[in-house]
């Protein structure tokens, strides 16, 4: 749980942030569309992940010290490719969190997951005319602007996977040169430990580095904001946050947590204390029978979570 619901914390721009980067449980769905989640519980698999990064610290470290620089391999190159790995594993985090904060791909995730949505679901009073016009907008510009921010990301982190794949083949052939002309690599016994602990370096590198540190990221920053909340918190709820849900359909009431969707005054309005989750989406979602109020809900809270 990333915090008790019902201590109505409010999340910084930094906390919400690292949240999203780390692996969570839930996914939202609605009219055939799906995104991972923003803010909702962690993954209970993130133990496995930092099982996996130290399992391939690990095998790296005796890779590199027990084996390669007993075969006369530079003390400096092997230092310098533990850290190699580990580097090139984690940069998605790093770039994600601190150079290029818009190729969050689990934001641009949703923020794709919102602008289709909108494409589908009209607003109170729109024409079709204007609906067309707003749709064509919408295509031409946002979804193709995070389609390209999701693609560079795709990108760059096949560049990584090639690095890492690379560092694990140059121990590999470095191993190669040092042993005597003729002999098989998989004749030796220290052969095979290089090429299996090179290769499960890398891919435990990739399958829970990246996923480990972001959740590392996220207890840093959780830990001290937390507290200092706690410390202030005087125990009395915040009045709702009145948002209005200007898409066409009809709602159904629901309160779930700290959310709820109300009907007021012939209008619709999204109402929420502080931050809105994936799972109160979910809910606020199911409890509608008409699909365009579904759509209209998922947009709202999809709205605000991004802003």
């Known amino acids: 749980m990333p915090y008790p619901r019902n201590t109505y914390f409010n999340p910084s721009g930094r906390y919400k942030q690292t949240w999203s980067l780390v692996p969570q449980v839930r996914t939202v769905s609605v009219s055939g569309h799906k995104t991972k989640s923003l803010y909702s519980d962690l993954s209970p698999a993130i133990p496995i992940f930092y099982i996996l990064m130290f399992l391939a610290i690990s095998f790296d470290v005796y890779l590199g010290f027990s084996i390669l620089a007993k075969s006369g391999v530079s003390i ?39 602008k289709e949505l909108e494409c589908k679901t009209m607003k109170n009073e729109e024409t079709v005319e204007e609906f067309q016009v707003r749709r064509s907008i919408i295509l031409e510009g946002d979804l193709r602007k995070f389609s390209a921010y999701k693609r560079n990301g795709k990108i760059l982190r096949s560049v990584l996977i090639i690095g890492i794949f690379a560092i694990a083949f140059w121990k590999i052939y470095t191993f190669l040169k040092v042993i005597p002309p003729g002999i098989n690599i998989f004749s030796l016994v220290n052969g095979k430990i290089v090429i299996i602990f090179s290769l499960l370096c890398a891919i435990f590198h990739l399958l829970g580095s990246e996923k480990a540190v972001a ?35 009809k709602y159904a009431d629901k309160t779930s947590g700290n959310t709820r969707i109300v009907n007021r005054d012939g209008k619709t309005y999204l109402e929420y204390i502080h931050i809105v989750q994936d799972d109160e989406i979910q809910e606020l979602i199911n409890a509608q029978t008409d699909e365009n109020a579904k759509r209209g809900v998922a947009i709202k809270c999809k709205e605000t979570q991004i802003i």
Not at 89 to 98: D, H, T
């Open 215 to 249: 959740h590392l990221s996220f207890y840093f920053v959780k830990g001290p904001e937390f507290k200092k909340y706690n410390r202030t918190n005087i125990g009395q709820k915040p009045e709702y946050q009145p948002n209005e849900v200007e898409y066409k359909g």
């Open 76 to 114: 400096a190159l092997i230092v310098g490719s533990v850290l190699a790995d580990l580097l090139l594993a984690i940069a998605p985090f790093l770039i994600e969190s601190y150079l290029f904060k818009d190729w969050n791909h689990v934001v641009l995730e949703n923020q794709i997951f919102q």
